[in-house]
Protein backbone atom coordinates (compact mmCIF):
# COMPACT_ATOMS: atom_id res chain seq x y z
CA UNK A 1 0.00 0.00 0.00
CA UNK A 2 1.36 3.28 -1.02
CA UNK A 3 1.85 5.89 1.93
CA UNK A 4 -0.53 8.81 2.27
CA UNK A 5 1.51 12.26 2.10
CA UNK A 6 0.36 15.44 3.38
CA UNK A 7 2.30 18.61 1.79
CA UNK A 8 2.03 21.90 3.34
CA UNK A 9 3.60 24.58 1.25
CA UNK A 10 3.23 22.39 -1.55
CA UNK A 11 3.34 25.15 -4.15
CA UNK A 12 6.46 26.51 -2.65
CA UNK A 13 10.26 25.30 -3.84
CA UNK A 14 10.26 22.49 -1.40
CA UNK A 15 6.97 21.96 -2.04
CA UNK A 16 7.28 21.25 -5.76
CA UNK A 17 10.59 19.34 -5.47
CA UNK A 18 8.40 17.23 -2.71
CA UNK A 19 5.95 16.32 -5.51
CA UNK A 20 8.75 15.70 -8.30
CA UNK A 21 10.10 13.00 -5.78
CA UNK A 22 6.82 11.59 -5.25
CA UNK A 23 5.77 11.65 -8.88
CA UNK A 24 8.70 9.54 -9.18
CA UNK A 25 7.52 6.79 -6.88
CA UNK A 26 3.42 6.52 -7.82
CA UNK A 27 3.83 2.91 -5.86
CA UNK A 28 5.52 4.14 -2.61
CA UNK A 29 3.43 7.36 -1.91
CA UNK A 30 0.06 8.59 -2.66
CA UNK A 31 -0.80 12.29 -1.95
CA UNK A 32 -3.50 12.89 0.65
CA UNK A 33 -3.44 16.29 0.41
CA UNK A 34 -2.08 19.57 -0.74
CA UNK A 35 -1.85 22.97 0.76
CA UNK A 36 -0.71 26.33 -0.27
CA UNK A 37 -1.07 30.01 0.48
CA UNK A 38 -1.72 31.95 -2.63
CA UNK A 39 -1.20 30.43 -6.15
CA UNK A 40 -4.01 28.71 -7.33
CA UNK A 41 -3.36 28.20 -10.22
CA UNK A 42 -0.21 25.82 -9.51
CA UNK A 43 -2.43 24.44 -6.92
CA UNK A 44 -4.80 23.30 -8.84
CA UNK A 45 -2.04 21.86 -11.80
CA UNK A 46 -0.61 19.99 -8.90
CA UNK A 47 -4.56 18.51 -8.03
CA UNK A 48 -4.93 17.81 -11.72
CA UNK A 49 -1.38 15.58 -11.78
CA UNK A 50 -2.31 13.74 -8.18
CA UNK A 51 -5.73 13.97 -7.59
CA UNK A 52 -5.45 14.31 -3.83
CA UNK A 53 -8.79 13.64 -1.39
CA UNK A 54 -8.17 17.12 0.00
CA UNK A 55 -6.88 20.86 -1.16
CA UNK A 56 -6.10 24.31 0.96
CA UNK A 57 -5.44 27.82 0.08
CA UNK A 58 -5.34 30.20 2.64
CA UNK A 59 -8.50 32.51 1.21
CA UNK A 60 -11.52 31.47 1.68
CA UNK A 61 -12.74 33.12 -1.72
CA UNK A 62 -9.80 31.32 -3.40
CA UNK A 63 -10.70 27.84 -2.14
CA UNK A 64 -14.23 28.33 -3.33
CA UNK A 65 -12.72 29.44 -6.77
CA UNK A 66 -10.49 26.05 -7.17
CA UNK A 67 -13.10 23.81 -5.71
CA UNK A 68 -15.25 25.37 -8.66
CA UNK A 69 -12.36 24.44 -11.38
CA UNK A 70 -11.58 21.32 -9.66
CA UNK A 71 -15.28 20.36 -9.78
CA UNK A 72 -15.93 21.44 -13.36
CA UNK A 73 -12.51 19.75 -14.67
CA UNK A 74 -14.24 16.22 -13.04
CA UNK A 75 -12.35 15.89 -9.89
CA UNK A 76 -13.68 14.83 -5.87
CA UNK A 77 -11.27 16.86 -4.45
CA UNK A 78 -12.10 18.69 -1.26
CA UNK A 79 -11.34 22.10 -0.78
CA UNK A 80 -10.44 23.84 2.45
CA UNK A 81 -9.30 27.49 3.82
CA UNK A 82 -7.41 28.88 7.01
CA UNK A 83 -5.12 28.13 9.66
CA UNK A 84 -7.41 25.76 11.51
CA UNK A 85 -8.38 23.72 8.40
CA UNK A 86 -4.60 23.42 7.39
CA UNK A 87 -4.32 21.99 11.26
CA UNK A 88 -6.72 19.00 10.56
CA UNK A 89 -5.09 17.68 7.35
CA UNK A 90 -1.71 17.69 8.86
CA UNK A 91 -3.47 15.66 11.29
CA UNK A 92 -5.98 13.77 9.54
CA UNK A 93 -5.87 10.33 10.82
CA UNK A 94 -5.42 8.60 7.15
CA UNK A 95 -2.36 10.55 6.62
CA UNK A 96 1.37 8.84 7.74
CA UNK A 97 3.94 11.56 6.34
CA UNK A 98 3.52 15.19 6.87
CA UNK A 99 5.90 17.39 4.75
CA UNK A 100 6.31 20.60 6.92
CA UNK A 101 7.53 23.28 3.93
CA UNK A 102 4.92 26.53 4.43
CA UNK A 103 7.54 29.23 5.09
CA UNK A 104 7.96 31.34 8.20
CA UNK A 105 6.15 31.43 11.13
CA UNK A 106 2.68 30.46 9.42
CA UNK A 107 4.31 26.73 9.35
CA UNK A 108 4.30 26.52 13.21
CA UNK A 109 0.71 25.31 13.89
CA UNK A 110 0.34 22.93 11.64
CA UNK A 111 3.36 21.28 11.75
CA UNK A 112 2.73 21.01 15.00
CA UNK A 113 -0.43 19.63 14.64
CA UNK A 114 1.11 16.69 13.22
CA UNK A 115 3.53 16.35 15.90
CA UNK A 116 0.99 16.30 18.33
CA UNK A 117 -0.86 13.05 15.93
CA UNK A 118 2.18 11.29 16.07
CA UNK A 119 3.25 11.65 12.01
CA UNK A 120 6.25 11.12 10.43
CA UNK A 121 6.93 15.00 10.24
CA UNK A 122 9.55 15.85 7.00
CA UNK A 123 10.64 18.94 8.60
CA UNK A 124 11.48 21.66 5.87
CA UNK A 125 9.40 24.78 8.25
CA UNK A 126 12.35 25.98 9.95
CA UNK A 127 11.29 29.06 11.16
CA UNK A 128 8.95 26.27 13.84
CA UNK A 129 11.39 25.04 15.75
CA UNK A 130 13.47 28.33 15.83
CA UNK A 131 10.30 29.54 17.25
CA UNK A 132 9.33 27.10 19.81
CA UNK A 133 12.15 24.20 19.83
CA UNK A 134 11.74 23.39 23.26
CA UNK A 135 8.35 23.08 22.97
CA UNK A 136 8.67 21.42 20.04
CA UNK A 137 10.66 18.97 20.75
CA UNK A 138 9.01 17.87 23.76
CA UNK A 139 5.75 17.42 22.08
CA UNK A 140 7.62 15.03 19.29
CA UNK A 141 8.43 12.93 22.29
CA UNK A 142 5.41 12.84 24.16
CA UNK A 143 3.21 11.88 21.03
CA UNK A 144 5.00 9.49 19.66
CA UNK A 145 6.11 11.25 16.23
CA UNK A 146 9.28 11.22 14.09
CA UNK A 147 10.86 14.04 12.83
CA UNK A 148 12.89 14.15 9.92
CA UNK A 149 15.34 17.16 8.91
CA UNK A 150 14.68 17.85 5.52
CA UNK A 151 16.69 21.17 5.89
CA UNK A 152 20.29 19.82 3.52
CA UNK A 153 22.31 20.72 6.85
CA UNK A 154 20.35 18.94 9.08
CA UNK A 155 19.79 16.10 6.77
CA UNK A 156 23.25 16.14 5.94
CA UNK A 157 24.32 15.96 9.69
CA UNK A 158 21.19 13.12 10.22
CA UNK A 159 22.93 11.19 7.85
CA UNK A 160 26.35 11.49 9.22
CA UNK A 161 24.91 9.70 12.82
CA UNK A 162 25.21 6.54 14.35
CA UNK A 163 22.37 4.57 13.55
CA UNK A 164 21.36 4.03 16.93
CA UNK A 165 21.61 7.88 17.72
CA UNK A 166 19.39 8.51 14.33
CA UNK A 167 16.35 7.21 16.59
CA UNK A 168 16.36 9.82 18.84
CA UNK A 169 18.86 12.10 18.21
CA UNK A 170 17.29 14.90 19.49
CA UNK A 171 17.33 13.34 23.17
CA UNK A 172 20.46 11.86 23.07
CA UNK A 173 23.97 13.46 24.35
CA UNK A 174 26.30 13.68 21.44
CA UNK A 175 29.66 13.48 23.54
CA UNK A 176 28.55 9.77 24.66
CA UNK A 177 28.19 9.10 21.26
CA UNK A 178 31.31 10.23 20.33
CA UNK A 179 30.99 13.30 18.54
CA UNK A 180 33.30 16.24 18.71
CA UNK A 181 31.45 18.18 16.74
CA UNK A 182 28.72 19.30 14.26
CA UNK A 183 30.21 21.03 11.67
CA UNK A 184 27.44 23.34 9.75
CA UNK A 185 28.41 24.69 6.21
CA UNK A 186 26.75 27.15 4.44
CA UNK A 187 27.79 28.97 1.04
CA UNK A 188 28.19 32.61 2.31
CA UNK A 189 25.71 33.64 -0.18
CA UNK A 190 25.87 35.82 -3.10
CA UNK A 191 27.31 39.27 -1.37
CA UNK A 192 30.87 36.77 -0.11
CA UNK A 193 32.71 38.53 -2.03
CA UNK A 194 30.94 42.21 -2.57
CA UNK A 195 32.77 45.37 -0.90
CA UNK A 196 31.32 45.93 2.56
CA UNK A 197 30.65 49.38 1.12
CA UNK A 198 28.27 48.29 -1.35
CA UNK A 199 25.78 46.80 0.87
CA UNK A 200 23.54 49.53 0.60
CA UNK A 201 23.31 49.33 -3.11
CA UNK A 202 21.90 46.06 -2.83
CA UNK A 203 18.67 44.95 -4.33
CA UNK A 204 16.25 41.98 -3.58
CA UNK A 205 16.96 40.86 -7.25
CA UNK A 206 20.55 40.56 -6.31
CA UNK A 207 19.85 38.68 -2.78
CA UNK A 208 17.01 36.45 -4.20
CA UNK A 209 19.92 35.37 -6.94
CA UNK A 210 21.35 32.78 -5.07
CA UNK A 211 24.92 31.25 -6.76
CA UNK A 212 24.08 27.83 -6.36
CA UNK A 213 20.51 27.01 -4.73
CA UNK A 214 16.91 27.57 -6.25
CA UNK A 215 14.41 28.73 -3.61
CA UNK A 216 11.91 30.83 -2.17
CA UNK A 217 12.38 34.21 -1.95
CA UNK A 218 12.63 34.40 1.97
CA UNK A 219 14.91 32.12 2.73
CA UNK A 220 16.87 33.17 -0.97
CA UNK A 221 17.33 37.03 1.31
CA UNK A 222 18.60 35.02 4.73
CA UNK A 223 21.29 33.16 2.81
CA UNK A 224 22.04 36.68 1.52
CA UNK A 225 22.42 38.10 5.27
CA UNK A 226 23.48 34.12 6.90
CA UNK A 227 20.55 34.42 8.84
CA UNK A 228 19.71 31.40 7.17
CA UNK A 229 22.83 29.59 8.67
CA UNK A 230 21.86 31.77 12.04
CA UNK A 231 18.42 30.05 11.90
CA UNK A 232 19.66 26.66 11.07
CA UNK A 233 22.16 26.94 14.07
CA UNK A 234 18.98 26.88 16.54
CA UNK A 235 17.63 24.02 14.09
CA UNK A 236 20.44 21.87 14.76
CA UNK A 237 20.65 23.27 18.73
CA UNK A 238 17.11 21.54 19.02
CA UNK A 239 17.50 18.37 16.28
CA UNK A 240 20.56 17.45 18.15
CA UNK A 241 19.90 18.36 21.67
CA UNK A 242 23.43 19.92 21.58
CA UNK A 243 25.01 23.21 23.56
CA UNK A 244 26.04 26.48 21.20
CA UNK A 245 29.92 25.58 21.54
CA UNK A 246 29.23 21.92 19.78
CA UNK A 247 27.89 24.09 16.32
CA UNK A 248 30.58 25.56 14.12
CA UNK A 249 29.67 27.33 11.11
CA UNK A 250 31.96 26.52 7.91
CA UNK A 251 31.54 28.57 4.64
CA UNK A 252 31.97 26.25 1.94
CA UNK A 253 30.89 28.12 -1.68
CA UNK A 254 30.67 25.12 -3.77
CA UNK A 255 27.92 23.58 -1.42
CA UNK A 256 29.27 19.99 -2.15
CA UNK A 257 29.41 19.08 1.15
CA UNK A 258 26.01 19.68 3.28
CA UNK A 259 27.64 19.42 6.06
CA UNK A 260 29.74 17.38 8.63
CA UNK A 261 30.39 15.52 11.86
CA UNK A 262 33.72 15.36 13.52
CA UNK A 263 34.07 12.75 16.07
CA UNK A 264 35.95 12.79 19.42
CA UNK A 265 38.50 9.83 17.09
CA UNK A 266 39.59 12.00 14.64
CA UNK A 267 37.07 10.78 12.09
CA UNK A 268 35.29 13.37 10.02
CA UNK A 269 31.84 11.75 8.15
CA UNK A 270 30.09 14.44 5.78
CA UNK A 271 27.52 13.78 3.29
CA UNK A 272 27.67 14.90 0.07
CA UNK A 273 26.05 15.48 -2.91
CA UNK A 274 24.91 18.28 -5.80
CA UNK A 275 22.75 20.51 -4.39
CA UNK A 276 19.22 20.05 -5.11
CA UNK A 277 16.67 19.60 -2.29
CA UNK A 278 15.21 16.59 -3.74
CA UNK A 279 17.96 14.36 -2.14
CA UNK A 280 17.55 15.47 1.38
CA UNK A 281 13.51 14.95 0.33
CA UNK A 282 14.09 11.64 -1.12
CA UNK A 283 16.08 10.51 2.23
CA UNK A 284 13.34 11.54 4.64
CA UNK A 285 10.77 10.23 2.69
CA UNK A 286 12.11 6.65 2.22
CA UNK A 287 14.11 6.66 5.72
CA UNK A 288 15.84 4.25 6.25
CA UNK A 289 15.42 2.87 2.89
CA UNK A 290 16.94 4.93 -0.19
CA UNK A 291 14.92 5.47 -3.15
CA UNK A 292 16.01 7.13 -6.33
CA UNK A 293 15.73 10.80 -6.57
CA UNK A 294 16.78 11.99 -10.34
CA UNK A 295 19.26 14.08 -9.00
CA UNK A 296 21.99 14.35 -11.26
CA UNK A 297 24.74 12.30 -9.58
CA UNK A 298 28.04 13.91 -8.28
CA UNK A 299 31.40 13.64 -10.62
CA UNK A 300 34.35 14.01 -8.70
CA UNK A 301 35.68 15.05 -12.43
CA UNK A 302 33.57 18.18 -12.75
CA UNK A 303 33.53 19.10 -9.39
CA UNK A 304 35.40 22.36 -8.23
CA UNK A 305 37.91 22.47 -5.66
CA UNK A 306 36.85 22.33 -1.96
CA UNK A 307 37.11 25.52 0.08
CA UNK A 308 36.93 26.42 3.27
CA UNK A 309 36.52 30.06 5.61
CA UNK A 310 35.16 31.16 8.99
CA UNK A 311 32.34 33.46 8.39
CA UNK A 312 33.04 37.42 8.98
CA UNK A 313 31.21 38.89 11.53
CA UNK A 314 30.79 42.29 9.80
CA UNK A 315 29.77 40.70 6.47
CA UNK A 316 27.42 38.40 8.37
CA UNK A 317 25.97 40.28 11.33
CA UNK A 318 22.47 38.46 11.45
CA UNK A 319 24.49 35.30 11.87
CA UNK A 320 26.17 36.10 14.94
CA UNK A 321 22.77 37.76 16.43
CA UNK A 322 21.19 34.18 15.90
CA UNK A 323 23.71 32.65 17.80
CA UNK A 324 23.35 35.16 20.50
CA UNK A 325 19.90 34.23 20.61
CA UNK A 326 20.03 30.90 20.63
CA UNK A 327 22.32 31.08 23.33
CA UNK A 328 20.20 33.68 25.34
CA UNK A 329 17.38 31.36 25.04
CA UNK A 330 13.33 30.54 23.52
CA UNK A 331 12.04 34.20 23.83
CA UNK A 332 15.41 35.70 22.45
CA UNK A 333 15.08 33.55 19.28
CA UNK A 334 11.16 33.35 19.09
CA UNK A 335 11.42 37.32 18.89
CA UNK A 336 14.41 37.36 16.21
CA UNK A 337 12.34 35.22 13.89
CA UNK A 338 9.25 37.53 14.20
CA UNK A 339 11.73 40.52 13.58
CA UNK A 340 13.62 38.62 10.46
CA UNK A 341 10.79 37.83 8.58
CA UNK A 342 9.12 41.35 8.89
CA UNK A 343 12.81 43.25 7.86
CA UNK A 344 13.36 40.44 4.91
CA UNK A 345 9.73 41.76 3.69
CA UNK A 346 10.43 45.17 4.06
CA UNK A 347 13.92 44.89 2.20
CA UNK A 348 12.02 42.93 -0.78
CA UNK A 349 9.15 45.46 -0.91
CA UNK A 350 12.14 48.27 -1.59
CA UNK A 351 11.18 49.98 2.13
CA UNK A 352 14.67 49.37 4.04
CA UNK A 353 18.13 48.84 2.81
CA UNK A 354 19.74 45.23 2.89
CA UNK A 355 22.12 46.48 5.74
CA UNK A 356 18.64 47.66 7.84
CA UNK A 357 17.63 43.96 7.35
CA UNK A 358 20.22 43.45 10.59
CA UNK A 359 20.02 46.73 11.96
CA UNK A 360 16.51 46.02 13.10
CA UNK A 361 16.95 42.52 13.85
CA UNK A 362 19.73 43.59 16.53
CA UNK A 363 17.35 46.17 17.75
CA UNK A 364 14.72 43.87 18.14
CA UNK A 365 16.53 41.61 19.59
CA UNK A 366 18.40 44.00 22.11
CA UNK A 367 14.42 44.63 23.20
CA UNK A 368 13.18 41.08 23.51
CA UNK A 369 16.85 39.38 24.45
CA UNK A 370 15.49 38.20 28.27
CA UNK A 371 11.97 37.39 27.65
CA UNK A 372 10.70 34.86 29.01
CA UNK A 373 7.91 31.94 27.06
CA UNK A 374 6.63 29.05 29.11
CA UNK A 375 3.72 28.16 26.60
CA UNK A 376 3.03 28.34 22.83
CA UNK A 377 0.23 30.89 24.12
CA UNK A 378 2.91 33.13 25.29
CA UNK A 379 5.36 32.51 22.63
CA UNK A 380 2.48 33.25 19.71
CA UNK A 381 1.77 36.38 22.15
CA UNK A 382 5.79 37.25 21.93
CA UNK A 383 5.61 36.74 18.56
CA UNK A 384 3.13 39.13 17.44
CA UNK A 385 4.28 41.73 20.07
CA UNK A 386 8.13 41.40 17.97
CA UNK A 387 6.11 42.30 15.14
CA UNK A 388 4.32 45.15 16.16
CA UNK A 389 7.47 46.53 17.36
CA UNK A 390 9.50 45.79 14.51
CA UNK A 391 6.79 47.48 12.62
CA UNK A 392 7.25 50.40 14.72
CA UNK A 393 11.04 50.75 14.00
CA UNK A 394 10.05 50.60 10.47
CA UNK A 395 7.36 53.75 10.69
CA UNK A 396 10.25 55.61 12.57
CA UNK A 397 12.91 54.76 9.68
CA UNK A 398 11.03 55.67 7.36
P1 LIG B 1 8.41 29.14 -0.83
O1 LIG B 1 8.18 30.57 -0.55
O2 LIG B 1 8.86 28.72 -2.16
O3 LIG B 1 7.08 28.30 -0.47
C1 LIG B 1 6.38 28.51 0.72
C2 LIG B 1 5.08 27.73 0.74
O4 LIG B 1 4.35 28.11 1.93
C3 LIG B 1 4.17 28.03 -0.45
O5 LIG B 1 3.41 26.88 -0.77
C4 LIG B 1 3.24 29.11 0.12
O6 LIG B 1 2.00 29.19 -0.55
C5 LIG B 1 3.04 28.60 1.53
N1 LIG B 1 2.67 29.67 2.47
C6 LIG B 1 3.31 30.86 2.65
N2 LIG B 1 2.67 31.59 3.58
C7 LIG B 1 1.60 30.85 4.00
C8 LIG B 1 0.55 31.06 4.93
N3 LIG B 1 0.45 32.19 5.64
N4 LIG B 1 -0.37 30.08 5.09
C9 LIG B 1 -0.28 28.93 4.38
N5 LIG B 1 0.69 28.67 3.48
C10 LIG B 1 1.60 29.62 3.28
O7 LIG B 1 9.45 28.65 0.31
P2 LIG B 1 10.47 27.42 0.23
O8 LIG B 1 11.76 27.89 -0.30
O9 LIG B 1 9.80 26.23 -0.36
O10 LIG B 1 10.72 27.17 1.80
C11 LIG B 1 9.76 26.52 2.62
C12 LIG B 1 10.40 26.23 3.96
O11 LIG B 1 11.46 25.30 3.76
C13 LIG B 1 11.03 27.45 4.63
O12 LIG B 1 10.86 27.36 6.00
C14 LIG B 1 12.49 27.34 4.27
O13 LIG B 1 13.33 27.93 5.23
C15 LIG B 1 12.68 25.83 4.24
N6 LIG B 1 13.78 25.37 3.39
C16 LIG B 1 13.74 25.61 2.06
C17 LIG B 1 14.78 25.18 1.23
C18 LIG B 1 14.75 25.40 -0.26
O14 LIG B 1 15.65 24.93 -0.95
N7 LIG B 1 13.77 26.09 -0.81
C19 LIG B 1 15.86 24.51 1.80
C20 LIG B 1 15.86 24.28 3.17
C21 LIG B 1 14.81 24.70 3.95
MG1 LIG C 1 19.70 24.74 4.60
Known amino acids: MPKQVVVLGATGSIGCSTLDVIAQHPDLYQVLALTG ?25 DAAELQRQLQQAGLTTEVVAGADALAELAAHPDAEIVMAAIVGAAGLLPTLAAVKAGKTVLLANKEALVMSGE ?25 CLPAALQQHCYQSELQTAGIAKILLTGSGGPFRQTPLNAFDQITPEQAVAHPNWNMGKKISVDSATMMNKGLEFIEARWLFN ?50 ASNVKPLNFFEVPAFTFDKPDPERYPCLYLAQQACAAGQGATT ?64
Open 37 to 61: GKRLDVLFAQCMQFRPRYAALSDAA
Open 135 to 159: LFIRAVQQHGATLLPIDSEHNAIFQ
Open 242 to 291: CGVSDIQVVIHPQSIIHSMVQYTDGSVLAQLGNPDMRTPIAHALAFPARI
Open 335 to 398: ALNAANEIAVEAFLNRQIRFPQIAALNAQVLDHFASSKVADLEEILSLDSQARVYSLKLLKDWS
